[in-house]
């Protein structure tokens, strides 16, 4: 009988991401964590590409394993399906993995789970897979938006709302670049950087991996390109009262001129939000606890706002492998949002509204619902990214420009 010990500490490290996020609602990067916490580089890297692949594909793999292995995943006990899914990510879209490898330490998480009498099953369904997952899978059609949702493994509804607001080639590609690890960039604070230089973004650096001694003492900032822009398109100055609502990280707050107020009505965020402000040495920010939509009275008279509220995400799924199957648009929630900064900013001021997401139910609706005057001038300083079908936006694409996902608006109160 194989022993526990024959199963790679990087399987097993995925194995329990996989059931925590779908047996316990985890998110995958809290659960990984502190599932990977010991594993050395490498295998600190195989878990992460597994878990989060497995979790980002789960939709495609569950067909597989209904079509290939006859059996209903939900019917299926827990650990059975978590060692099914791990196993067939391997076997349909990892390359260099053995097949032995990915079928047998799959069977041996089961085994080790305690299922003695699943063992053969697992073992069945995983040799079955191994023939006939990577064919069944190229063999799915793409000419619907539920076609397509199934196959590169997207809710229906995302994949519909891209549909929609860029068409069928554009959104497919779109899915596609989603699937794939995103650009690993950083804000340069100050000093030098090893890396390639951004030459739209001023500031913006690409780099194979974050300098955690340079992080640490607030020489750079993990923050992708598109967010950058977000914090450049603000147009901050010295000398005057900037309101950043909805603030923590604080990726975007620690990029701007002035006395900048930085807003975030979750205290946990809040105190995360300080730490940032302290690391890169922005003592020009002031950190509030509060409700962007019911401020404190003294929080008025702003030159400018910057309004980057909670949305679905859509544009930065490849950040978070679950997000796609915990999204939610928010529309209501963020026209509230923008008023409440709009009506804080003094007639003449501007307010930059952002989403990390490519939906126009949450971006054009909601400016156009909002009332506020456009300053199509945005478009003209960033050509290169401006909306495909609202040319006095910005929009970027993942499958574009290479970066998260934002839409970017900049309005005025009249």
Same mark, same amino acid.
């Not at 998110?27 to 992460?48: C, K, P, V």
């Not at 619907?144 to 549909?163: G, N």
């Not at 001694?213 to 450049?232: D, F, H, K």
């Not at 963020?334 to 007639?347: I, W």
């Given at each position: ?5 024959? @199963?790679? %500490? ?39 590409? &597994? ?46 993995? !053995? ?15 305690? /299922? ?12 079955? &897979? ?50 794939? %690890? ?5 804000? &340069?604070?100050?000093?030098? =950087? ?8 001023? $500031? ?30 603000? $147009? ?6 900037? /309101?950043?609502?909805?603030?923590? %990280? ?5 990029? /701007? ?63 978070? %492998? ?24 003094? !007639? $003449?001021?501007? =307010? ?5 997401? =490519? ?14 005057? @456009? ?7 960033? !050509? ?20 998260? $996902?934002?839409?970017?608006?900049? /309005?005025?109160?009249?």
């Amino acid at each position: 009988m194989a022993s526990r010990a024959q @199963i790679s %500490p990087a399987r097993r490290a995925a194995y329990q991401v996989l059931r925590r996020v779908f047996e316990d609602d985890a998110y995958a990067d809290h659960a990984f964590r502190s599932a990977a916490a010991g594993l050395d580089e490498r295998d600190r890297a195989l878990a992460q590409r &597994l878990a989060y692949g497995a979790v980002q594909r789960v939709r495609t793999l569950d067909h597989a394993i209904e079509k290939l292995g006859r059996r209903r995943v939900h019917r299926l006990d827990p650990p059975v399906r978590a060692a099914l899914r791990l196993g067939a990510y391997q076997l349909a879209f990892v390359d260099g993995v !053995p097949r032995y490898a990915a079928v047998n330490e799959s069977v041996e998480l089961v085994r080790a789970a305690g /299922l003695l009498r699943a063992v053969a099953f697992t073992n069945a369904v995983l040799r079955r &897979l191994a023939g006939g997952i990577r064919e069944s899978l190229d063999g799915l059609a793409e000419f619907t938006a539920r076609e397509a949702a199934l196959k590169h493994s997207y809710p229906d509804w995302v994949a519909e709302t891209w549909w929609r607001d860029l068409g069928a080639s554009a959104a497919v590609e779109l899915m596609h670049a989603q699937n794939e %690890p995103a650009e690993v960039a950083v804000r &340069l604070v100050r000093g030098k =950087i090893a890396g390639r230089q951004d030459h739209d973004i001023p $500031g913006a650096w690409l780099v194979d991996r974050i300098d955690e001694t340079a992080l640490a003492e607030g020489r750079i900032w993990p923050q992708s390109r598109a967010s950058q822009l977000v914090g450049l398109a603000v $147009g901050a100055e010295a000398g005057e009262r900037i /309101l950043d609502l909805c603030a923590a %990280p604080g990726g975007k707050a620690t990029m /701007l001129a002035g006395e900048v107020v930085a807003v975030d009505v979750n205290e946990a965020r809040a105190r995360e939000l300080e730490v940032t402000v302290r690391r890169l040495g922005s003592s020009n920010v002031q950190v509030v606890v509060a409700d962007g939509r019911a401020l404190p009275s003294e929080l008025d008279g702003f030159d400018r706002a910057l309004v980057d509220v909670p949305c679905s995400g859509l544009g930065v799924l490849n950040r978070r %492998p679950d997000l796609r199957w915990r999204a939610e648009p928010l529309p209501e929630l963020q026209l509230e949002l923008l008023r409440a900064a709009a009506a804080r900013v003094k !007639p $003449g001021g501007t =307010i930059v509204y952002s989403v990390c997401t =490519i939906n126009a139910d949450e971006s054009e609706a909601v400016v156009d619902a909002s009332g506020l005057e @456009i300053d199509p001038t945005l478009a003209d300083e960033w !050509p290169q990214f401006r909306h495909p079908s609202r040319p006095e936006f910005l929009q970027t694409l993942p499958h574009v420009h290479g970066t998260a $996902g934002f839409f970017v608006a900049r /309005l005025f109160r009249r």
